[in-house]
C-alpha cells in the first residue's frame, strides 16, 4: 500500500524528525519515510493477517475469552499481546516473518515478568519454520522455554501453515471489512432517522405552536368581544336612531319645501290674475297644456321607472355586499340616507299651478294695470 503524500503524512513526517532529533539520530528524507511506512505497513497487515489466521485456526475466539490487542500490565510496563485470555492469564505471539533484535528482546522481558508476577500465567510464541531471527534471540527463546517449561513455549509452524493462515486471515480481514462497512451503513441510517425524526418533532412543534397561537388569538378576541358588545351594541343603536332621524327630518324637509312651493304659487295667482281668455284662445291652450301634460307625464313615467331600477339595482348590490360581510360603516349610513328620493324636493307634481302662456304685449300692459298697489 503506498502512501499519498498529504498533510497528515507531512504533519507524521516532522514529528518522526523532531523524535530522532531529540534522540540524537539521523532522519531520513521524505521520500525514505514513506517507503519505511509504506514497508512497516505491508508488514503489519501481513502479521495481522497471519495473527488472525492461527488464533482462528487454534480455536482463540471471542467465545472462548480470547481478545486481539491485550493490554497485560507488569512491572517492566505495559505488554501488548496479540491474543490473550486475561481470565486464564494465557497471552499468545504470533511472527509471520523476523523481527527486530531489540524490540522482541524487549517483549520477551515483559514476558517473563509476566510469568513470574501473575500466578499460572502462561505464554506462547508462534513463529515460521526459517524465519530469520538474531542469536541472541534465539537464545533467549532456549533460555525462558528450559528455566519456565509449560509456562513459556515456542511453537514453529511450516511455510505451508503460514500461507494457510495468512489465506484464513484474508478472509477475516474481508468479513470484518464488510461487517464494519455493514455496521457504518447502520449507522448512518440510524442517525438519519434520528435527525429525520428529529426534523418532524420540529415541525410538529411548530404547528402545535402555530395552533396554539391561532387558539389564543381566537381566545382573546372572543373575550375582547365580550367585553366590547355592550358598547359596540350601544354604539350602533345610537348611529341608527341619527339615520332615521337624519331621513325623518329629510322626508319632514321636502314636505315643507312643497308645501312652501304651493302656497308661494298660490299667492302669486292671487296678486296676479290672468285675464280671461277668449273661447278659441282657450281651446288652444287646454289643448296645448293637455299635449304638455301628457309629454311631462311620459317623462315623469320614464324618470320614475328608470329612477326605480337603479335603486333596485343599487339596493341588491348593497344587500349583496352585505351578505358578504363587505358593506362598510360609511355605505350602510350612506344606502339609508337614500332611503328617500333626492330628486322629491325640486320635481314639478303634475297640476299644482295652472299653465302660463303668453298673450303679446296688450295683455303684459293688462297685468300692469290689474296689479294693486
Do not use: C
Amino acid at each position: 500500500m503506498a502512501y499519498e503524500w498529504n498533510d497528515r503524512l507531512e504533519e507524521d513526517y516532522r514529528k518522526y524528525v523532531d523524535g530522532k532529533w531529540f534522540q540524537g539520530l539521523n532522519a531520513r528524507d521524505r521520500e525514505g519515510y514513506r517507503r519505511a511506512r509504506d514497508q512497516w505497513q505491508r508488514s503489519r497487515d501481513m502479521g495481522n493477517r497471519f495473527r488472525d489466521g492461527m488464533a482462528l485456526f487454534r480455536g482463540q475466539t471471542p467465545e472462548r475469552g480470547y481478545e486481539k490487542e491485550v493490554r497485560l500490565e507488569t512491572s517492566l510496563g505495559p505488554r501488548i499481546s496479540d491474543v490473550a485470555n486475561v481470565s486464564i492469564a494465557r497471552s499468545s505471539e504470533y511472527k509471520a516473518g523476523g523481527s527486530d533484535k531489540q524490540k522482541t528482546l524487549r517483549q520477551l522481558d515483559k514476558d517473563e515478568r509476566y510469568i513470574r508476577e501473575v500466578p499460572g500465567a502462561s505464554v506462547d510464541w508462534t513463529i515460521v519454520e526459517g524465519a530469520r531471527f538474531d542469536k541472541e534471540v534465539q537464545a533467549r527463546f532456549k533460555q525462558l522455554q528450559e528455566k519456565y517449561r509449560g509456562q513459556f513455549i515456542v511453537n514453529e509452524v511450516t511455510r505451508e501453515q503460514r500461507r494457510l493462515a495468512l489465506t484464513i486471515g484474508k478472509h477475516v480481514e474481508r468479513q470484518r471489512q464488510a461487517q464494519e462497512k455493514k455496521a457504518r451503513a447502520l449507522e448512518r441510517a440510524e442517525k438519519e432517522r434520528q435527525r429525520k425524526a428529529q426534523q418532524q418533532t420540529v415541525e410538529h412543534a411548530k404547528v402545535r405552536a402555530e395552533q396554539n397561537r391561532k387558539i389564543q388569538l381566537f381566545r382573546d378576541a372572543a373575550a375582547r368581544g365580550r367585553v366590547d358588545a355592550p358598547e359596540r351594541v350601544e354604539q350602533e343603536r345610537k348611529t341608527l336612531d341619527v339615520v332615521r332621524q337624519v331621513a325623518h327630518e329629510r322626508a319632514a324637509s321636502e314636505a315643507e319645501r312643497d308645501r312652501v312651493a304651493r302656497e308661494s304659487a298660490e299667492r302669486v295667482l292671487k296678486e296676479f290674475p290672468f285675464p280671461a281668455p277668449s273661447q278659441s284662445q282657450e281651446l288652444a291652450d287646454a289643448a296645448s297644456a293637455e299635449r304638455e301634460d301628457k309629454a311631462r307625464e311620459e317623462r315623469e313615467r320614464a324618470a320614475a321607472v328608470s329612477l326605480e331600477a337603479l335603486n333596485k339595482a343599487r339596493d341588491d348590490k348593497i344587500k349583496e355586499r352585505e351578505a358578504q360581510g363587505l358593506l362598510t360603516e360609511a355605505e350602510r349610513l350612506h344606502w339609508l340616507g337614500q332611503a328617500h328620493d333626492p330628486h322629491a324636493a325640486v320635481r314639478e307634481r303634475p297640476g299644482h299651478a295652472p299653465p302660463v302662456q303668453g298673450h303679446g304685449r296688450d295683455q303684459g300692459q293688462s297685468l300692469d294695470r290689474g296689479r294693486t298697489r
